[in-house]
């Protein structure tokens, strides 16, 4: 009996010495639209603390756009192995992430923790078995779809609009009306407070901001917010400064939370976008990649190198800029060994256990990306070591440029910074650096490059481009015709990756889909319909 409760004791320790993890997924935010890449014009303090603190994520890449990023995270898989290439899940596709594939929450559950959804999904809705509930997580308060109106919670696609906003399985009628971000925010804190502490955390909040909205007001924040930037002469670039405030405001509220519970100090922290910003007026958003090229959904710098942040009191080499490459389809086995499961659980993973290599500064197991193959739209991106081949493109090419604002106007301000909820809460946890550390860590992180002329043009159109993307960050010079063994070996290996790709899975809209059918709300009708019946 003695034994017994002794072996019960142990495995509770083991249990609480779990970490707690708390991912903070941005929606289309620029790389340039966070202070620690340089940029003054939008302050945002609270993520930046935990940047300072922790580490940078300086080359670090997500997916071009937002259901293939949210698959890679879940999966710990690159889109072209799941299916989820090629652009997204629509309102009334009748598709989602393969229910053959075991995902992040459900390895988490495995481990005993408790496991939480807020905000979007995207990974699929047709039926119940594809809805977040059903994959892990133990609760959800969001929506289902890519996008919605951050006030009146509907989206506008595809020739239809509905409302789309969910406790659970049931639609959250109550909550209309009020700002998506707070909703987030609330809900997120209301869940630490009421969390048992003897179990460890997984809580994923999966903001809507940046992401445009409808198109009666595609950038929405409140008025009293955009007001503060009224020197922003740019109406657009206004809003979204007044949308940002409020995402970096939800995270410094729920990082105080974990604080004010006890939680912190046994908890990681992943901040980070799901790709690159919608800059010059992309979905008529507003966002900065500055000085890198391209927006989302290209396979750009500025399509595919995500602004990111990792913070725990676990790292052991903390306050820096981590150069490790590493890849969003990485988090699934680093945090998973993180929290002290045996990644010999992985098989077929393209995702790689950095939790060492970050934690101790020690070089990145990862030396390739398959930044995407879409065969459909006929691009395709890879970096091997420091070599990035760009085989076609999106768009037709219209949006291969570089677009700011570079926001290097003005001053940082280290007021805001350290009076911010998130440097307070992780004081004497771990303490931000004093200011020279401060300013020698954004200097590193601030990417710049030679007035952005490019040398060597790439009309990927024509031809394949190449890239020294360590010495080229900007893409700038191509420099196919000097390296063309190089250029070769590239497009060699991304003819054998490429072989490796499933099919893309997308799906012709099912129109008994249309919210019309089902009192204006997006549901699982994949439930209650043939989804062969006509309309």
Not at 166 to 180: C, I, M, P, Q, T
Request: charged fraction near 20%.
């Amino acid at each position: 009996m003695l034994l017994l409760t002794l072996w019960s004791v142990l495995c509770v320790a083991s249990v609480q010495a779990r970490p707690n993890i708390v991912i903070f997924l941005a929606d289309d935010l620029g790389w340039n639209d966070v202070g620690f890449h340089g940029s003054n014009q939008i302050p945002t303090p609270n993520i930046d603390a935990l940047a300072y603190s922790g580490l940078v994520l300086q080359n670090y890449y997500v997916t071009p756009i937002c259901t293939p990023s949210r698959a890679a995270l879940m999966t710990g898989k690159y889109p072209i192995h799941t299916g989820m290439q090629h652009t997204v899940i629509r309102g009334e596709e009748p598709r989602g992430l393969p229910l053959s594939e075991k995902i992040l929450p459900q390895y988490l559950k495995d481990l005993g923790y408790k496991t939480h959804l807020v905000g979007k999904w995207h990974l699929g809705h047709y039926k119940r078995e594809y809805l977040p509930m059903s994959r892990g997580f133990d609760t959800h308060l969001g929506f289902w779809t890519g996008k919605i109106d951050l006030y009146d919670h509907t989206n506008m696609e595809t020739g239809t609009w509905g409302f789309d906003f969910r406790r659970g399985y049931e639609v959250a009628y109550d909550l209309f009306g009020k700002y998506a971000t707070d909703i987030y925010t609330n809900e997120a804190v209301k869940l630490v407070e009421a969390h048992n502490k003897s179990e460890p955390l997984f809580l994923m909040v999966a903001h809507s901001a940046m992401h445009s909205g409808n198109p009666s007001e595609f950038l929405r924040a409140p008025d009293e917010v955009i007001d503060k930037f009224s020197h922003i002469k740019d109406t657009q670039r206004r809003k979204y400064a007044g949308m940002l405030t409020k995402l970096d405001e939800s995270v410094g509220k729920v990082v105080m939370s974990l604080r004010k519970e006890g939680l912190l100090e046994n908890t990681i922290i992943l901040f980070s976008t799901d790709n690159g910003g919608p800059a010059a007026g992309f979905n008529n958003n507003a966002a900065s990649n500055y000085p890198l090229k391209g927006v989302k959904n290209t396979l750009w710098e500025g399509g595919v190198r995500g602004a990111a942040l990792l913070w725990s009191p676990l790292i052991k080499q903390p306050s820096r800029v981590a150069n490790q490459t590493l890849h969003i389809a990485d988090w699934l086995p680093t945090l998973y060994s993180a929290a002290g499961g045996e990644t010999s659980v992985f098989k077929n993973l393209d995702g790689f256990d950095l939790w060492e290599a970050l934690s101790n500064d020690l070089p990145s197991h990862r030396t390739k990306i398959v930044h995407n193959i879409d065969d459909i739209f006929a691009s395709a991106s890879i970096t091997v070591d420091n070599w990035k081949l760009h085989k076609g493109t999106n768009y037709n090419g219209t949006k291969d440029y570089w677009y700011g604002p570079a926001g290097r106007d003005g001053e940082y301000s280290f007021d805001l910074l350290y009076k911010s909820d998130a440097a307070v809460a992780i004081n004497n946890i771990t303490a931000l650096p004093n200011k020279e550390r401060i300013t020698s860590i954004r200097d590193a992180s601030t990417i710049k490059c030679n007035n952005g002329k490019p040398i060597n043009e790439c009309k990927p159109l024509k031809a394949p481009c190449l890239f020294d993307i360590d010495e080229d960050p900007c893409e700038l010079k191509n420099l196919a015709d000097e390296k063309p063994d190089i250029l070769q070996a590239l497009l060699s290996e991304l003819e054998r990756v490429n072989a490796t790709a499933v099919p893309p899975n997308n799906q012709d809209l099912n129109l008994r889909g249309d919210p019309k059918y089902w009192g204006r709300v997006f549901t699982n009708f994949g439930d209650y319909i043939h989804l062969e019946t006509p309309v």
